[in-house]
């Protein structure tokens, strides 16, 4: 069994910061990428950032500038530092992993609960 728990997200004035952290348990092989994804109230599920194995990241370009992805292979653990929030960012945060259970399993898609994001004054 694979988990991801998300923690970090919470109540933001315009203007300040948020750091996401994601961290995945049990039996994982490998993690080949992670990614950040975000949900509105009423809007689709969009991608955020993402991080691959090597350290190649990406981001959209919404939050390019203020938004940073970075990964702790150690932990299996992804973050998401955020900055100069805007109310355009508050939604529900979730990350997502591609990774292996085993040497020889395909790469699966495991998800976090979500943690909810708000900007607001």
């Known amino acids: 069994q694979v988990q991801l728990v998300e923690s970090g997200g919470g109540l933001v004035q315009p203007g300040g910061s948020l750091r996401l952290s994601c961290a995945a348990s049990?039996?994982?092989?490998?993690?080949?990428?992670w990614g950040w994804y975000r949900q509105a109230p009423g809007k689709q599920r969009e991608l955020v950032a993402i991080?691959?194995?090597?350290?190649?990241?990406n981001s959209a370009d919404s939050v390019k500038g203020r938004f940073t992805i970075s990964r702790d292979n150690a932990k299996n653990t992804v973050y998401l530092q955020m900055n100069s929030l805007k109310p355009e960012d508050t939604a529900i945060y979730y990350c997502?992993?591609?990774?292996?259970?085993?040497?020889?399993?395909?790469?699966?898609?495991?998800w976090g609960q979500g943690t909810q994001v708000t900007v607001s004054s």
């Open positions: 997502n992993a591609q990774l292996k259970v085993g040497i020889l399993n395909p790469i699966s898609s495991y």
């Open positions: 049990g039996s994982i092989f490998s993690i080949n990428a």
């Open positions: 991080i691959t194995s090597g350290g190649t990241a």
